[in-house]
């Protein structure tokens, strides 16, 4: 079992034990404690998309190879005859239709994967400018 440790503990122990006059670090503290979690959980949202996009590709890889071995079976059916030009060219369009669905799903997963990361680490700044505004109006 994986044991969760927190890389910042012994900064934040530094910073409580590092006193200034008319300065109260608890503040300071928790704030960048909340900067540090924000990133966090953008880099999970990040690695979390990824992982959704690895799923589609290996998806997308496998449709392909099971259209490939259906056509040469319909290719091998067919014996002897000669190839229907007209049914070649509904598969080649068929399949280039499909790739260029796919691609656009994976580019749309990938925008909403930088889109979602980006919104966390946004609201973040945005809170801790409001912490730091809250902070230098109380002195």
Same mark, same amino acid.
């Given at each position: 079992?994986?044991?969760?440790?927190?890389?910042?503990?012994?900064?934040?122990?530094?910073?409580?034990?590092?006193?200034?006059?008319?300065?109260?670090?608890?503040?300071?503290?928790?704030?960048?404690?909340? /900067? %540090? !979690?924000? $990133?966090? *959980?953008?880099? =999970?949202? #990040?690695?979390?998309?990824?992982? +959704?996009?690895?799923? &589609?590709?290996?998806?997308?890889?496998?449709?392909?190879?099971?259209?490939?071995?259906?056509?040469?079976?319909?290719?091998?059916?067919?014996?002897?005859?000669?190839?229907?030009?007209?049914?070649?060219?509904?598969?080649?369009?068929?399949?280039?239709?499909?790739?260029?669905? /796919? %691609? !656009?799903? $994976?580019? *749309?997963?990938? =925008?909403? #994967?930088?889109?979602?990361?980006? +919104?966390?680490?946004? &609201?973040?700044?945005?809170?801790?400018?409001?912490?730091?505004?809250?902070?230098?109006?109380?002195?």
């Amino acid at each position: 079992m994986a044991i969760e440790t927190n890389p910042f503990a012994d900064m934040t122990k530094m910073m409580q034990e590092f006193k200034v006059p008319g300065l109260d670090m608890a503040p300071i503290i928790e704030s960048r404690s909340k /900067d %540090m !979690k924000a $990133l966090v *959980e953008a880099n =999970r949202a #990040a690695y979390e998309a990824m992982q +959704a996009l690895v799923r &589609k590709q290996t998806e997308m890889v496998t449709e392909a190879m099971q259209g490939i071995q259906d056509s040469a079976k319909a290719f091998a059916a067919g014996g002897a005859n000669a190839p229907d030009p007209a049914r070649q060219t509904a598969l080649v369009s068929d399949a280039y239709q499909k790739a260029l669905a /796919d %691609m !656009k799903d $994976l580019a *749309e997963m990938a =925008r909403k #994967a930088q889109t979602d990361a980006m +919104a966390i680490i946004t &609201k973040r700044g945005t809170q801790s400018l409001a912490e730091t505004q809250k902070l230098m109006q109380a002195k």
